[in-house]
């Protein structure tokens, strides 16, 4: 069932303001700090990434002298571990006793799946890094806003330039045996599919897998291509251990969102150059917003900003502008999310604006692996604009059918 967000809107302001935590009553005026809560994960096997969510948050603000509307900020991290018990605790800790105001993250989708009840029942504004998909479909959180995308958003015109561009045939899909990658792989097989191509394989390893050979024995040679699915440095370690094998040069090999992030590219040489990758994001994106950015970030850091940094700045990004509006008011969670629903931010991935079920509608950028001043990027070489959370299906109908998942849609040209 699927919620729409313009009434709940309108009902929720007759309602008041139920289980209103205290710093998020009427009265506030824009003299007081906005208080910003960051879940991230700064220890644990999502450290890496988490650690550039922090990151990311903290350019920004420093570029905006500490402000966000006008509003000077305060902000409180917290560390999850990337565990979702931990990230419920935390979550709770930020808006009870921290007393945060909106908050940022959590960055996996199984975190984000379990404190979204909380978030929900406490009516907190949240920007998530996770990209689970049912949190902006079929069960939409009307307190949600997704600046950078669903777990498929990305994978589907990836799939759709694999068919019509690269002309592959027959592909193997390869991914974290997690929500993440069951969700990224599904959206690839489906476009992938019916634009004319075979899912002949896929291959779901352990998410802190300590080796890949087995799965590497397994990959079926007949393929044109493998598709990465993974997460943090999983990506790396695959494609590592994939030439150690032997296979370079006899599979081609593209990635989802996260399985070249820049983060990861700082760590390969050679081996990664021409590695066909697709996200919503590239350090090498040519706006004004995003060369402040990078430059920044790389002068601060030594590499150059990926998806998990790149997430928060966008997030910080629409938050301002929907806050700059309300410049000179006592903060207001319902003016806020209203003013929500209306941006269109110009940030660091490029436009940004939310569809009725609070995610982003925005630029996906195919991008390909090259060396450039002596480091690798993510050069873009092909656009595809506003890209819905749906790509090209009807909403409705998308939404009547089941969320993606390791068995839906049905893979039917598995090679036996």
């Given at each position: 069932?699927?919620?729409?967000?313009?009434?709940?809107?309108?009902?929720?302001?007759?309602?008041?303001?139920?289980?209103?935590?205290?710093?998020?009553?009427?009265?506030?005026?824009?003299?007081?700090?906005?208080?910003?809560?960051?879940?991230?994960?700064?220890?644990?096997?999502?450290?890496?990434?988490?650690?550039?969510?922090?990151?990311?948050?903290?350019?920004?603000?420093?570029?905006?002298?500490?402000?966000?509307?006008?509003?000077?900020?305060?902000?409180?991290?917290?560390?999850?571990?990337?565990?979702?018990?931990?990230?419920?605790?935390?979550?709770?800790?930020?808006?009870?006793?921290?007393?945060?105001?909106?908050?940022?993250?959590?960055?996996?989708?199984?975190?984000?799946?379990?404190?979204?009840?909380?978030?929900?029942?406490?009516?907190?504004?949240?920007?998530?890094?996770?990209?689970?998909?049912?949190?902006?479909?079929?069960?939409?959180?009307?307190?949600?806003?997704?600046?950078?995308?669903?777990?498929?958003?990305?994978?589907?015109?990836?799939?759709?330039?694999?068919?019509?561009?690269?002309?592959?045939?027959?592909?193997?899909?390869?991914?974290?045996?997690?929500?993440?990658?069951?969700?990224?792989?599904?959206?690839?097989?489906?476009?992938?599919?019916?634009?004319?191509?075979?899912?002949?394989?896929?291959?779901?390893?352990?998410?802190?897998?300590?080796?890949?050979?087995?799965?590497?024995?397994?990959?079926?040679?007949?393929?044109?291509?493998?598709?990465?699915?993974?997460?943090?440095?999983?990506?790396?370690?695959?494609?590592?251990?994939?030439?150690?094998?032997?296979?370079?040069?006899?599979?081609?090999?593209?990635?989802?969102?996260?399985?070249?992030?820049?983060?990861?590219?700082?760590?390969?040489?050679?081996?990664?150059?021409?590695?066909?990758?697709?996200?919503?994001?590239?350090?090498?994106?040519?706006?004004?917003?995003?060369?402040?950015?990078?430059?920044?970030?790389?002068?601060?850091?030594?590499?150059?900003?990926?998806?998990?940094?790149?997430?928060?700045?966008?997030?910080?990004?629409?938050?301002?502008?929907?806050?700059?509006?309300?410049?000179?008011?006592?903060?207001?969670?319902?003016?806020?999310?209203?003013?929500?629903?209306?941006?269109?931010?110009?940030?660091?991935?490029?436009?940004?604006?939310?569809?009725?079920?609070?995610?982003?509608?925005?630029?996906?950028?195919?991008?390909?692996?090259?060396?450039?001043?002596?480091r690798l990027v993510n050069s873009i070489i092909e656009t595809y604009p506003d890209v819905s959370q749906f790509w090209t299906?009807?909403?409705?109908?998308?939404?009547?059918?089941?969320?993606?998942?390791?068995?839906?849609?049905?893979?039917?040209?598995?090679?036996?």
């Open positions: 069932m699927t919620i729409d967000r313009r009434s709940f809107m309108a009902a929720a302001a007759t309602a008041g303001a139920a289980l209103a935590a205290p710093s998020l009553v009427r009265g506030q005026g824009t003299a007081e700090p906005l208080r910003l809560g960051l879940l991230t994960a700064k220890t644990g096997p999502f450290a890496s990434g988490g650690l550039d969510m922090e990151r990311g948050l903290q350019s920004y603000l420093a570029a905006n002298d500490q402000r966000l509307g006008g509003r000077k900020v305060e902000l409180i991290v917290a560390d999850t571990g990337g565990v979702p018990s931990t990230a419920r605790s935390k979550t709770q800790e930020l808006v009870e006793r921290e007393r945060a105001q909106v908050l940022m993250g959590p960055l996996a989708a199984f975190e984000a799946l379990a404190t979204d009840d909380y978030m929900r029942a406490r009516k907190i504004p949240v920007f998530p890094v996770a990209a689970a998909e049912d949190m902006t479909q079929r069960k939409a959180n009307p307190w949600l806003f997704r600046a950078s995308s669903t777990s498929a958003q990305c994978a589907h015109p990836l799939a759709d330039y694999c068919a019509k561009k690269l002309k592959y045939k027959r592909m193997v899909l390869v991914a974290d045996d997690i929500a993440y990658g069951h969700e990224m792989t599904a959206g690839f097989q489906r476009v992938f599919e019916e634009a004319g191509g075979k899912v002949v394989q896929k291959l779901f390893p352990p998410l802190t897998a300590p080796d890949y050979g087995s799965f590497l024995a397994q990959l079926n040679r007949d393929a044109d291509a493998v598709f990465l699915g993974f997460a943090g440095s999983n990506g790396f370690r695959f494609i590592r251990q994939f030439n150690e094998y032997g296979l370079r040069g006899k599979l081609a090999l593209v990635g989802g969102m996260t399985a070249l992030d820049e983060a990861v590219l700082r760590n390969m040489g050679d081996e990664a150059l021409g590695i066909v990758t697709v996200n919503w994001y590239s350090a090498e994106l040519a706006n004004p917003v995003n060369a402040k950015f990078a430059g920044a970030f790389r002068k601060a850091h030594g590499y150059d900003p990926g998806f998990y940094a790149a997430c928060t700045h966008v997030s910080a990004s629409v938050l301002d502008a929907a806050l700059e509006p309300l410049k000179g008011q006592a903060f207001d969670r319902e003016s806020l999310r209203a003013s929500l629903q209306k941006t269109n931010a110009l940030t660091a991935r490029g436009p940004v604006k939310f569809d009725a079920w609070g995610n982003v509608v925005g630029n996906v950028y195919v991008r390909t692996v090259e060396r450039k001043d002596g299906y009807d909403p409705k109908k998308f939404l009547a059918e089941p969320v993606y998942s390791r068995d839906w849609p049905p893979a039917r040209n598995l090679a036996a």
